[in-house]
């Protein structure tokens, strides 16, 4: 007889270990299957995420931007600083033991937690039974009351530019760069392509960013993108826009790729290092047997309702293998909800306040709707925006470039989104969201008390500036 279990998890990313963990905290015989090896061999949880995602790349920009910040930037405060070196090798060394801790806490969370840790290839059979390869080609097969499928995704290959792992990389290689490129070439001006851009034009690269739409992050609130745009190029970034790639050639240790430009005119561009980051897709490689019945929606994800059931009772898929935005947070919340309508509970997930932040300096951070979508949708509304040249706490810090906007219904006043480029944009975006959990107005965001002197100040004054009551700049009422 095969071992049974109340719930499996297939993937142990952000999405999937937080299922496990919760699962397990709300009773239920849990195991986790992983397949993620780390250098050594070793099965290592944690995922895009904690590998080879957010967590070093954030180490990463730490430190560049600590680089910066001592070689650039502490003269204002009239603090000198002699020659700032910097070691690469020692920053990608923090970085890999940033991860190492990350990941090896979640094998002690599992623990702690009940959860059983397999690692291997785990493969849904018919009837929610999951079969487990592990890594000496053993095979296993377990049965389950419910299996959360939690795979996740994978970087999108584009054939004008092939990853080869040593000049043309995707993120995974850009994070593990041993020396400062001095021409670095980035094709996809998205999240990845700001931020892993960032890191090393703060090291010293010289940092062309080819995106090839018109716009530049066309998904967001297009005043706040400008102003984005604005403030990466002073600090180096070239951006193209309009700039699509039609091929590349690799010789030696450089690469010359092709592209056309906004008028149509071919242009070539030699680079040391060249990273693809175009987006990325589901991941489902060996993941269902033929007769698992699972099914897929037209762009690749698995297919789900808005519990993330899939159309085989029992059967859950949550994450990045699933509609929606490739958000950790997305996923985790998702791996929630799961766990607890699996235990009976009526969770849910408010699809429309997930905020989203790209960690460049300063950040840019959004939440709800844009300008453009509340435009497109007919309703009426009303907009507050406030500088951060306005703010005594940002110029305290010589931190005064960006500004919060927040746009709220003009009738019922409710606060319909809230976008930010600026200093730590991503933690004043997320008291907005909470403003909007809790369906509050901009009006009663004005009325709350906010300490003096913070950041958290331009977003009160935005909320006040939505009713053109902004004390501490002169207010530009318009209605929509
Ligand atoms: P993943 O994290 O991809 O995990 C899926 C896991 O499933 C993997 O470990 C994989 O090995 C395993 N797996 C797949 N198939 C099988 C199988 N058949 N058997 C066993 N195991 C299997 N998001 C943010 O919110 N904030 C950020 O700052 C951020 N930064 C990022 C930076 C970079 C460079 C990248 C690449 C991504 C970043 N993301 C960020 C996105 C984030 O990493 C993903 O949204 C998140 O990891 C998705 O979680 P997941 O659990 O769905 O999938
Ligand atoms: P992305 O979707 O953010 O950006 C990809 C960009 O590449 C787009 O602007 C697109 O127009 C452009 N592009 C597509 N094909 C191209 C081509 N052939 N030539 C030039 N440009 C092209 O994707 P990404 O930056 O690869 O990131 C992948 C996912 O990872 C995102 O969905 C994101 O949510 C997630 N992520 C999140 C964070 C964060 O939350 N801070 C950080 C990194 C990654």
Known sequence: MSEKFDVIVIGSGPAGYVAAIRAAQLGFK????????????????????????????KALLDSAYKYHEAKDDLAIHGISTKEVKMDVPAMIARKGQIVKN?????????????????????????????EVTDFEGKTVTYEAEHVILASGSNPINI??????????????????????????????????GLELGSVWNRLGSKVIVLEAMDSFLGMMDQQIAKEAQKILTKQGLDIRTSSRVTG???????????????????????????IVCVGRRPYTEGLLAADSGVKFDERGFIFVNEHCATNIAGVWAIGDVVRGPML???????????????????????????????YTHPEVAAVG????????????????????????????A?????????????????????????????DLVQQVAIAMEFGSSAEDLGMMVFGHPTLSETIHEAALAVHGHAIHIANKKKKH
């Not at 240790?253 to 040391?272: A, C, L, P, R, S």
């Not at 998702?334 to 790209?358: H, T």
Request: glycine content about 14%.
């Open 102 to 130: 990350l990941t090896g806490g979640i094998a002690g969370l599992f623990k702690s937690n009940g959860v059983t840790s397999l690692f291997g290839t785990g493969k849904l059979l018919a009837g929610k039974k999951v």
């Open 369 to 396: 709707k844009t300008e453009e979508q509340v435009k497109a949708s007919g309703e009426p509304y009303t907009i507050g925006t406030f500088p951060f040249s306005a703010s005594g706490r940002a110029m305290a």
């Open 248 to 274: 590349s050639k690799v010789k030696g240790k450089e690469v010359t790729v092709t592209y056309t430009d906004k008028d149509g005119k071919e242009q070539t561009e030699t680079f040391d290092k060249l």
């Open 159 to 192: 054939p004008v530019a092939p990853v080869d792992n040593d000049v043309i990389v995707n993120s995974t290689g850009a994070l593990e760069f041993q020396a400062v490129p001095k021409r670095l070439g980035v094709i996809g001006g998205g999240v990845i």
């Open 30 to 57: 849990t195991a986790c299957v992983e397949k993620w090896r780390n250098e050594e061999g070793k099965g290592v949880n944690g995922g895009t995420c904690l590998n080879v995602g957010c967590i070093p790349s």
């Open 328 to 358: 950790a947070h997305k996923g985790s919340e998702e791996g929630v909800m799961v766990a607890e309508r699996i235990a009976g509970q009526k969770s849910q997930i408010n699809y429309d306040i997930i905020p989203s932040v790209i």
């Open 398 to 426: 010589n931190e005064t470039q960006g500004l919060v906007k927040i746009i709220a219904h003009a009738v019922t006043d409710r606060i319909l989104g809230c976008h930010i480029v600026g200093p730590s944009a991503a």
